[in-house]
């Protein structure tokens, strides 16, 4: 059993930043790929950034390559994502998430937390 906690979302400018994080318990954390989800009102939860459990290798969703970096510290059972050049499509319900690689690819983890509200104004 996993239990995902969120935390660091909020209102930022258009162009800013936010680091979000994701405590995890349980023991069996580190065994888990990793990932961040996202749902805006009014449409379908997508996929955000994937990262394996060694943190090795990661994945992204095309429209955040080169601005949202997933990482995670086994050590602290954390994982995080910073966002950096914030734009108002990225506004959303960020919710972090545990499973296998196939099932957070597909949308169908195995645990997942009650997200965080990120908000970017333009």
């Known amino acids: 059993q996993v239990r995902l906690v969120e935390s660091g979302g909020g209102l930022v400018q258009e162009g800013g930043s936010l680091r979000l994080s994701c405590a995890a318990s349980g023991r069996t954390f580190s065994s888990y790929p990793m990932g961040w989800l996202r749902q805006a009102p009014g449409k379908e939860r997508e996929f955000v950034a994937l990262i394996t459990t060694s943190g090795s290798s990661d994945d992204y969703l095309d429209s955040v390559k080169g601005r949202f970096t997933i990482s995670r510290d086994n050590a602290k059972n954390m994982v995080y994502l910073q966002m950096n050049s914030l734009k108002p499509e990225d506004t959303a319900v960020y919710s972090c998430?545990?499973?296998?690689?196939?099932?957070?690819?597909?949308?169908?983890?195995?645990?997942w937390g009650q997200g965080t509200q990120v908000t970017v104004s333009s």
């Open positions: 998430a545990a499973g296998a690689w196939y099932k957070l690819r597909a949308l169908r983890p195995d645990y």
